[in-house]
């Protein structure tokens, strides 16, 4: 089928719930039409007082393959993907094995995805050390932009810069206007000393607030003196909004994310022993993440991303409990809309102020925002279906990431994605997996203006 009709009496246009009917056709959003209309042997999937709305997109996932897809995978990333709404996906230049630091690896890494992508999905380059003059070409290759971190990201193919590396490449950034993604971790010694490793607290007060804001200090720095696009990810520090929300008044190229993790939990409910809450920058207590709820709610994040980055329970360390040695990241990419909707509901979140968030704002900031993040004419045919009024409990049988293991485990939310559309193809029918590999790659080259 691949001309057919979509009618909703809530279809997400304009920033609005309107009745519409979508005409679809070769992978597009052929025309709108106000209200119902037909179309003589169009098959029409009239889908009543659902929300019709684009497919989420997700600028920030770490899915690990090459090299240690026993972490993830294309397949089990983008199948999740698809479940819970996402469209589209930019993929974090680590923790694949290698790295993407190359253009050879670049071209590994397109490879590897080929016939597995359920989702569309773009790439990140990575920043260390050593490849400043790998940077153009990889720019050139089509990545969406280059993440750098400020402290030790974790795995050892990926150093974390410096000051001065990522002086070297601004003027390349500046040339391509290419986005910096910065990892703000900036560490010191002015942390108190570790005596129990399955304390959450402990785990908490050793990366304290006052990193992120010595990192945030220097990107904003190096984004003013190069007047370059840099992008804060996962920030978690309540410190560091009002530094970002004065320097955005100057500037539109600097844009600031949240994560799911850091609205959903906070360290007073994190038992100690449980790695399975381990992320960096941490997530930290309930007076810091009210904070950021209110800076999302006063519009100061750019768009909201699952940084979902999982491991296998090994590296998780669930049976040591120990959050030093555990790996650091949240799985978690299946449930982006629908536990954003339940505790956003709690907190005043209107859906006019969520679904741009997680739609055509990060549009926005890949560049794709002239064909994907809005149901318009012309625009790739990428749209869910979700019922606002569904409850639902996280099962393991439900989840579609490789390991199932999740701190959203056994929790309920409210709005559960029932189809997903991928340019024009139902991939997702009755929250159940269809048709598979529409997912396309997106080079940032490839893009047509
Ligand atoms: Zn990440």
């Known amino acids: ?31 709108i039409f106000n209200g119902t209309h037909s179309k003589e ?30 972490w993830e995978g294309f397949d089990t990333a983008t199948k999740a993907a698809a479940i819970g709404g996402i469209t589209t996906l930019i993929e974090m230049p680590l923790n694949a094995n290698p790295v993407t630091t190359t253009v050879n690896v670049f071209k590994l890494k397109q490879k590897a995805s080929t016939n597995k992508l359920h989702v569309n999905c773009g790439f990140y380059g990575g920043i260390i050390p050593a490849n400043s003059n790998d940077i153009e070409d990889l720019i050139k290759a089509g990545v969406f ?33 290419i986005p910096l993604l910065l990892h703000c971790e900036l560490n010191d010694d002015d942390v108190p000393e570790v005596n129990n490793p ?42 560091g909004l009002e530094r970002i929300k004065k320097r955005k008044q100057i500037t539109n190229k600097l844009t600031v994310e949240t994560c799911s993790h850091y609205l959903y939990f906070n360290a007073e409910g994190i038992p100690d022993a449980s790695p399975i809450y381990k992320c960096a920058p941490p997530i930290r207590e309930k007076v810091n993440n009210d904070l950021l709820w209110n800076a999302l709610l006063n519009d100061e994040f ?21 959050f030093f040695k555990a790996w650091g990241g949240i799985s978690g990419l299946q449930f982006t809309l ?32 002239h064909q994907k993040g809005n149901l318009q004419e012309g625009f790739d045919a990428d749209i869910i279906v979700w019922d606002d009024s569904k409850e639902f409990t996280i099962t393991e049988n439900s989840i579609q990431h490789k390991h199932k293991a999740t701190p959203y485990l056994n929790d309920t939310f409210f709005g559960k994605v029932i189809h997903t559309f991928v340019n024009g193809v139902q991939v997702v029918e009755d929250s159940k997996l269809r048709t598979l590999q529409q997912g396309k790659l997106l080079l940032k080259t490839n893009i047509l203006i």
């Not at 909703?8 to 597009?28: G, M, P, V, W, Y």
């Not at 042997?41 to 026993?70: C, K, S």
């Not at 999982?310 to 040591?320: G, T, V």
């Open 145 to 177: 932009g280059i993440k750098g971190f400020l402290i030790h990201s974790g795995i050892d193919e990926f150093p974390n810069v410096t000051k001065e590396h990522l002086e070297t490449i601004a003027p390349i950034l500046k040339k391509h206007d």
């Open 198 to 239: 399955k304390s959450y607290r402990e785990y908490l007060y050793s990366r304290p607030q006052h990193w992120e804001t010595n990192a945030i200090d220097l990107a904003l720095d190096i984004q003013k003196r190069f007047d370059i696009k840099v992008h804060i990810v996962h920030l978690s520090a309540s410190e």
């Open 1 to 31: 089928m691949t001309e057919f009709l979509i009618h909703s009496k809530r279809c997400f246009i304009d920033n609005q719930f309107i009745e519409a009917t979508l005409h679809i056709k070769d992978e597009k959003i052929y025309q």
């Open 41 to 70: 042997n169009t098959p029409i999937l009239d889908y009543n007082n659902l929300i019709v709305m684009p497919g989420i997109i997700d600028a920030h996932v770490h899915i690990n393959e090459p090299g240690r897809t026993n």
């Open 302 to 322: 750019n768009f909201l991303s699952s940084d979902h980055s999982p491991a296998p329970p090994e590296h998780k360390q669930l049976e040591s409990g120990d």
């Open 338 to 369: 629908s536990l954003l909707y339940s505790e956003g509901k709690k907190r005043g979140l209107t859906l006019e102020k969520l679904i741009p968030l997680l739609t055509k704002n990060p549009a926005q900031f890949l560049g794709l925002d």
